[in-house]
């Protein structure tokens, strides 16, 4: 990728611990920022961003270029913790396997991912996403059931073993 940092450049300004995930500067500038000092912030999504040369970067992109030396944009956090940035939760990973990795979301009651209940219709329905389609797995009188097929598509489409967990 052109215009992007090399890992050559990345080492002579920040040290990254892979066994605790912290990434600091080397070089001190302009009095705001101290060698040793944490480098970059949190973002509103819970990342970690870092500014260098003009171009903002997610941390733990930085940190895979850090270790392999390629740049590379598909990278999940094993254990859902988007600012856990040790190298043994890293792993270099699609779109589609991403998002077999997700937590639950905020907005489900059903307490299990691709789980709702269908009000007018009083079931239960289960679906998963593959890729930008979504695959419906049936409608389902009870809950435990519908939970059932998720459960058995999980396995069957090798989602991760913390999809729909909250494990931070």
């Keep these: 990728m052109s215009g992007y940092i090399t890992q050559k450049e990345l080492k002579k300004l920040l040290k990254y611990d892979p066994l605790t995930g912290s990434i600091v500067w080397k070089v001190s500038f302009r009095n705001k920022i101290n060698i040793g ?29 850090y270790m392999t030396g390629v740049l590379h944009k598909g990278i999940d956090h094993i254990d859902q913790n988007k600012s856990n940035n040790t190298w043994a939760n890293l792993r270099k990973a699609s779109c589609i396997i991403n998002g077999k990795n997700r937590k639950i979301n905020t907005n489900n009651t059903s307490g299990f991912n691709g789980v709702c209940y269908i009000t007018g219709r009083k079931k239960w ?44």
């Design 37 to 65: 000092d944490t480098a970059g912030c949190l973002c509103s999504q819970g990342y970690r961003k870092i500014k260098l040369n003009q171009r903002v970067y997610a941390a733990h992109q930085l940190v895979w270029l």
């Design 125 to 168: 329905k289960a679906q998963y996403r593959d890729g930008n389609k979504v695959v419906s797995l049936g409608l389902f009188l009870k809950k435990e059931d519908a939970i059932s097929a998720r459960k058995k598509a999980n396995k069957e489409q090798n989602f991760h073993k913390n999809h729909g967990k909250t494990v931070i």
